[in-house]
């Protein structure tokens, strides 16, 4: 209670108009004058002293909330020098250089796994001296993607806004190129339309419409581009990472890969080492994707061609090893159950990630293929009458030249593992502790590889994980039973119907 001191006798009406009242017993004259009905005297102890608790109480939130306001303000602060001194740590300079160097700098160190240069005597070698040798569209996305990861890693939010600018300059070139045809078949062009995509799986944690929009993109790209892309090494390595991206695009859409991949598909064959693993799983890859497709839009429908064809890919797959040599090999170590960052009581060590990641590749295409054996023996056992009787990196071989220095992409690493994650959590074998550690799994990819896109296949996994436990799906065993049509609408096919919305 706050003393408001020696309070006056006037009527409410009067003291609302601060004009002295007459005090009339049977109401005030000044009332009367204005044609105001008089509110009468209060007893003056009452108005003595008076209740500010709720007046104190706002007044201290307000004063809470600037006293929060400058702590986080302050935070942000110190993040900003710890990510600058991390930067200066991992960048090995101090940050006195401009944005486009710390970009490159970045991407180079996290991203490239070396560079296509040209010759040393030559004019392309010299040709783009301010942007560090780089065409300056692929300079300019270089940087983008640079100051996204770094963003990412560090937390910081101005380098964020930083990195999105420098994208919306590298969309503004990119369109501009793909106006004249000259470069819009170059390989900088294509190149650049890659980057970008990568850009979405950085920055994106909302959904994979720009990612996929940027793969649309590149494979338009590779399609008018034909025959004449296999003459670079750069031309055909990023013929092969694109055809990728793009098989990943369809097996989420449920469709088979255009024509115009099997045609140039027979054309890069004379350039590849059929002993190469990552190449042979190229091939396995569509093969696996073009046959889930045509069951799910029923152009494969009698249940013992879908189990042999799924036989004669998993036999391939599993003899995909076999000539790689020594250098694709692993060893298996064991360790106590429970242990940090490992599922179960086993992890493997590879000689070097591109055989890590290929196998696991591999994995990921076998969970597919055993999948739809396990779906269509299900379907086929149980129609009426049974359907099945009950006994039952990358090296080319050219020495062309490049004529532009490009980065040379890494095929390996947390980008490519994202789905390889998915899939095995999503397939309907996954136990809730697999799905568990594999949530864990892409939630590390989001904050120590600054992948945003890990994020958006988590959510997507934990959606599908919550229909299934509210019984919101229908059972796998009724959905097969007798009809092959009904097979295998699932998995990713849900996540791009998600990003299409």
């Given at each position: 209670?706050?003393?408001?001191?020696?309070?006056?006798?006037?009527?409410?009406?009067?003291?609302?108009?601060?004009?002295?009242?007459?005090?009339?017993?049977?109401?005030?004259?000044?009332?009367?004058?204005?044609?105001?009905?008089?509110?009468?005297?209060?007893?003056?102890?009452?108005?003595?002293?008076?209740?500010?608790?709720?007046?104190?109480?706002?007044?201290?939130?307000?004063?809470?909330?600037?006293?929060?306001?400058?702590?986080?303000?302050?935070?942000?602060?110190?993040?900003?020098?710890?990510?600058?001194?991390?930067?200066?740590?991992?960048?090995?300079?101090?940050?006195?250089?401009?944005?486009?160097?710390?970009?490159?700098?970045?991407?180079?160190?996290?991203?490239?796994?070396?560079?296509?240069?040209?010759?040393?005597?030559?004019?392309?070698?010299?040709?783009?001296?301010s942007t560090n040798g780089f065409h300056p569209i692929v300079a300019t996305v270089m940087t983008a993607l640079g100051l996204a990861g770094t963003a990412n890693l560090f937390m910081d939010s101005g380098l964020k806004r930083e990195?999105?600018?420098?994208?919306?300059?590298?969309?503004?070139?990119?369109?501009?190129?793909?106006?004249?045809?000259?470069?819009?078949?170059?390989?900088?062009?294509?190149?650049?339309?890659?980057?970008?995509?990568?850009?979405?799986?950085?920055?994106?944690?909302?959904?994979?419409?720009?990612?996929?929009?940027?793969?649309?993109?590149?494979?338009?790209?590779?399609?008018?581009?034909?025959?004449?892309?296999?003459?670079?090494?750069?031309?055909?390595?990023?013929?092969?990472?694109?055809?990728?991206?793009?098989?990943?695009?369809?097996?989420?859409?449920?469709i088979a890969l255009p024509k115009f991949v099997h045609d140039l598909n027979k054309e890069v064959e004379k350039w590849e080492d059929p002993h190469d693993p990552v190449q042979r799983f190229f091939h396995i890859h569509i093969a696996?994707?073009?046959?889930?497709?045509?069951?799910?839009?029923?152009?494969?429908?009698?249940?013992?061609?879908?189990?042999?064809?799924?036989?004669?890919?998993?036999?391939?797959?599993?003899?995909?090893?076999?000539?790689?040599?020594?250098?694709?090999?692993?060893?298996?170590?064991?360790?106590?159950?429970?242990?940090?960052?490992?599922?179960?009581?086993?992890?493997?060590?590879?000689?070097?990630?591109?055989?890590?990641?290929t196998w696991n590749w591999i994995r990921y295409i076998r969970i597919y293929l055993h999948d739809i054996l396990r779906n269509s023996l299900i379907a086929g056992f149980s129609a009426t009458p049974p359907v099945f009787p009950a006994?039952?990196?990358?090296?080319?071989?050219?020495?062309?030249?490049?004529?532009?220095?490009?980065?040379?992409?890494?095929?390996?690493?947390?980008?490519?593992?994202?789905?390889?994650?998915?899939?095995?959590?999503?397939?309907?074998?996954?136990?809730?502790?697999?799905?568990?550690?594999?949530?864990?799994?892409?939630?590390?990819?989001?904050?120590?590889?600054?992948?945003?896109?890990?994020?958006?296949?988590?959510?997507?996994?934990?959606?599908?994980?919550?229909?299934?436990?509210?019984?919101?799906?229908?059972?796998?065993?009724?959905?097969?039973?007798?009809?092959?049509?009904?097979?295998?609408?699932?998995?990713?096919?849900?996540?791009?119907?998600?990003?299409?919305?």
């Amino acid at each position: 209670m706050v003393y408001r001191g020696r309070p006056s006798t006037g009527c409410r009406k009067c003291r609302q108009r601060k004009i002295k009242c007459d005090e009339r017993p049977e109401g005030c004259v000044k009332c009367a004058d204005k044609g105001f009905q008089c509110p009468g005297y209060e007893h003056t102890i009452d108005r003595l002293f008076q209740d500010e608790s709720a007046a104190v109480e706002r007044k201290a939130q307000k004063s809470k909330a600037r006293a929060l306001a400058a702590r986080d303000e302050r935070n942000n602060a110190e993040k900003a020098r710890r990510a600058i001194k991390r930067m200066q740590h991992d960048i090995g300079g101090p940050l006195l250089f401009p944005v486009i160097d710390r970009g490159i700098a970045f991407f180079m160190m996290h991203y490239a796994a070396g560079v296509d240069l040209p010759p040393l005597s030559s004019a392309a070698y010299n040709k783009h001296l301010s942007t560090n040798g780089f065409h300056p569209i692929v300079a300019t996305v270089m940087t983008a993607l640079g100051l996204a990861g770094t963003a990412n890693l560090f937390m910081d939010s101005g380098l964020k806004r930083e990195a999105t600018t420098w994208y919306l300059d590298a969309l503004k070139m990119t369109n501009k190129a793909l106006e004249k045809p000259s470069e819009a078949k170059s390989d900088n062009t294509l190149l650049a339309t890659m980057l970008l995509s990568v850009f979405e799986s950085t920055h994106n944690e909302v959904s994979f419409k720009g990612w996929l929009e940027h793969v649309s993109g590149s494979s338009s790209l590779v399609r008018m581009r034909g025959r004449a892309q296999f003459e670079t090494p750069a031309g055909r390595r990023m013929y092969f990472q694109t055809v990728g991206l793009l098989t990943i695009k369809c097996m989420g859409m449920g469709i088979a890969l255009p024509k115009f991949v099997h045609d140039l598909n027979k054309e890069v064959e004379k350039w590849e080492d059929p002993h190469d693993p990552v190449q042979r799983f190229f091939h396995i890859h569509i093969a696996t994707i073009d046959f889930r497709a045509h069951i799910i839009n029923h152009r494969l429908t009698d249940m013992t061609a879908i189990v042999q064809r799924a036989l004669e890919i998993d036999e391939e797959a599993k003899r995909m090893f076999e000539a790689a040599g020594q250098d694709w090999e692993y060893v298996v170590e064991t360790c106590e159950e429970g242990t940090p960052g490992i599922f179960g009581q086993e992890y493997h060590i590879y000689p070097h990630l591109a055989a890590a990641q290929t196998w696991n590749w591999i994995r990921y295409i076998r969970i597919y293929l055993h999948d739809i054996l396990r779906n269509s023996l299900i379907a086929g056992f149980s129609a009426t009458p049974p359907v099945f009787p009950a006994s039952c990196t990358t090296e080319f071989r050219s020495p062309a030249m490049p004529t532009d220095q490009l980065p040379v992409i890494r095929v390996s690493g947390g980008y490519s593992s994202l789905w390889a994650l998915y899939i095995a959590g999503a397939t309907p074998i996954a136990s809730p502790e697999a799905q568990a550690f594999v949530l864990r799994s892409l939630e590390r990819v989001a904050t120590e590889f600054g992948i945003n896109q890990a994020r958006v296949i988590a959510s997507a996994l934990r959606t599908k994980m919550e229909l299934e436990a509210r019984g919101l799906t229908s059972d796998r065993h009724k959905r097969v039973t007798g009809n092959a049509k009904t097979l295998l609408k699932r998995t990713l096919y849900t996540i791009v119907q998600n990003a299409h919305k």
